[in-house]
């Protein structure tokens, strides 16, 4: 680990620890080498210790080169700033929402991943932003003056512990966040497959009802017609007996007479 502390306005004290060995080097620097000092990458952070002196130390933050993956996912380039990740990650999302593939499968599969993905990347470069107050490859404002410089790192140091508490509450909260929407996602689906699964059976009870219905009501009107038919070949039997003899057709006697010998008898006219 490397430590580098600010003695004077003039002496910079750079101690190098690894392995037992420790050395300690007093470098001489004049304003130019205070503002390169000043303008140390992100990742190194300056706070005040017990004895009054200016160190800053390499913190575990995410180097830059981590970042790469989340700016290729969300389309961006090095200069984007907040606004371009908020428009890139409003597009993307949309076209890549699971629930416009929930008439193909396989396709859902990859979206939702491809989803999860854009989530993930835009909560880190989001925690990122609220941390540093500016993205991982955006270009760092200079400061109008040493001076400037000197009494804003003096006045935002002391709160450099809840800043890192802060940054750890925020990316624990993103996590929770991620964790979130693929719960949320997760649980939607099965909603869906029991919905899905509840309308198919109630479909399947209706059609059931219905064919049983029809089939009753064909029974019924099979049973009345049946009934009718009877009912008027009865009366056409009771009509025949009790119709009275005719002079034109021949009578019963007269019939069997004739089937005795073979003839049929021609009415009478």
């Known amino acids: 680990m490397t430590r580098y502390s600010l003695r004077s306005s003039s002496s910079l004290s750079v101690k190098t620890i690894g392995n037992g060995n420790s050395t300690t080097k007093v470098t001489e620097f004049n304003e130019s080498k205070r503002s390169q000092l000043a303008r140390l990458p992100i990742f190194h952070r300056c706070s005040i210790l017990n004895d009054g002196k200016l160190a800053y130390m390499n913190e575990q933050q995410p180097r830059t080169r981590d970042f790469k993956l989340d700016y290729t ?12 990740v908020r428009a890139n990650y409003r597009r993307l999302v949309h076209m890549w929402h699971p629930d416009r593939y929930a008439q193909r499968p396989r396709e859902r599969i990859h979206a939702q991943q491809q989803f999860i993905a854009l989530t993930k990347a835009y909560t880190q470069l989001r925690t990122f932003h609220r941390v540093h107050g500016r993205l ?20 935002k140091e002391p709160n450099n512990k809840n800043k890192t508490s802060n940054a750890a509450d925020q990316q624990q909260n993103a996590e929770t966040t991620v964790e979130g929407v693929e719960s949320g996602m997760l ?10 699964e509840a309308g198919t059976s109630a479909r399947a009870i209706w059609m059931l009802a219905g064919c049983a219905i029809m089939i009753a009501t064909l029974g019924v009107f099979f049973i ?28 019963a006697s007269e019939i069997r007479r004739s089937e005795a010998k073979g003839a049929f008898v021609q009415p009478t006219k």
């Open 136 to 155: 991982p490859f955006e270009p760092i404002k200079k400061s109008t003056s040493d001076e400037n410089m000197t009494t804003r790192n003096t006045v």
């Open 224 to 251: 009345i017609d049946r009934k009718a038919n009877q009912e008027i070949i009865e009366q056409g039997r009771e009509a025949i007996r009790d119709a009275p003899p005719s002079d034109f057709m021949p009578s």
């Open 187 to 196: 649980a939607r689906e099965a909603n869906t497959g029991a919905k899905s």
């Open 73 to 84: 996912l969300l389309e961006l380039d090095d200069r984007a700033d907040w606004e371009i």
